[in-house]
């Protein structure tokens, strides 16, 4: 099994372009996540997803749209990206909705790192 | 407004001793917390988690505490091995949604 996928490993971009970021999972998961990772701060989600159709926000998910058309993809669109976007973006599923018990444990892609110039 | 918070960013320790990472929390509706381990250009992966009902969970060379009083949790390594060396997160669980701490480094010394 691959896991989860996360495409393109590194990204340069200028200011003012758009760009996704790809997440595939084969785990037949149905909660997927977008979070990013910066120093100091830890990882902060961007955007949520509990089922194909579904999706929400996090804590920071101004900038970043998504949409979650099939259970396997869950992409993380920048329209207009901004240097205060540069970061390491990871994806993560789970079996289910996040939830009281163990099913909250999430599998993590390698990252995307993304620098905006 | 960090609502987990790890204060140490890093951890030095020998081989063979104890290691111990920290983690405070302030929301008190967190009622799951999680431990992952984060190696270079991997992502993270997880390690250990404890319910709020519980104040000790156990697997092998790792242990997790939780003081719910305090608002604290710590994960002790013991003992410690040079392939301990990563960065670890605390999570807790809230309405849906995992917030991760700032992570500490941990360096395990030969």
């Known amino acids: 099994n691959a896991g989860v996928t996360q495409t393109p490993k590194f990204q340069v971009l200028k200011t003012g372009q758009s760009m996704t970021l790809q997440c595939a999972q084969d785990?037949?998961?149905?909660?997927m996540s977008w979070y990013r990772q910066d120093p100091g701060m830890g990882l902060r989600l961007i955007h949520y997803s509990v089922g194909a159709g579904i999706t929400d926000q996090g804590e920071v998910p101004n900038g970043y749209n998504v949409s979650r058309s099939t259970t396997e993809d869950f992409p993380l669109r920048l329209l207009s990206a901004a240097p205060s976007q540069t970061s390491v973006y990871f994806c993560?599923?789970?079996?289910?909705?996040?939830?009281?018990?163990?099913?909250?444990?999430?599998?993590f892609g390698a990252g995307s790192r993304l620098t905006v110039l | 407004d960090q609502q987990v918070k790890q204060n140490s960013p890093s951890l030095s320790v020998q081989e063979g001793r104890i290691s111990i990472l920290n983690c405070d929390y302030t929301?008190?509706?967190?009622?799951?917390f999680l431990w992952y381990k984060k190696y270079p250009a991997e992502g993270p992966t997880f390690l250990i988690s404890?319910?709020?009902?519980?104040d000790k969970n156990e697997d092998g060379r790792f242990t997790v505490f939780l003081n719910k009083s305090a608002k604290h949790l710590s994960l002790h390594i013991v003992p410690s091995q040079p392939g301990d060396s990563a960065v670890y997160f605390c999570?807790?669980?809230?309405?849906?949604?995992?917030?991760f701490g700032q992570g500490t480094i941990l360096t395990v010394h030969p």
């Open positions: 999570a807790a669980y809230s309405y849906g949604k995992l917030t």
């Open positions: 785990m037949n998961h149905e909660y």
């Open positions: 993560a599923s789970s079996y289910s909705a996040l939830q009281s018990s163990g099913a909250n444990v999430l599998t």
């Open positions: 404890i319910s709020s009902i519980k």
């Open positions: 929301n008190s509706m967190f009622d799951y």
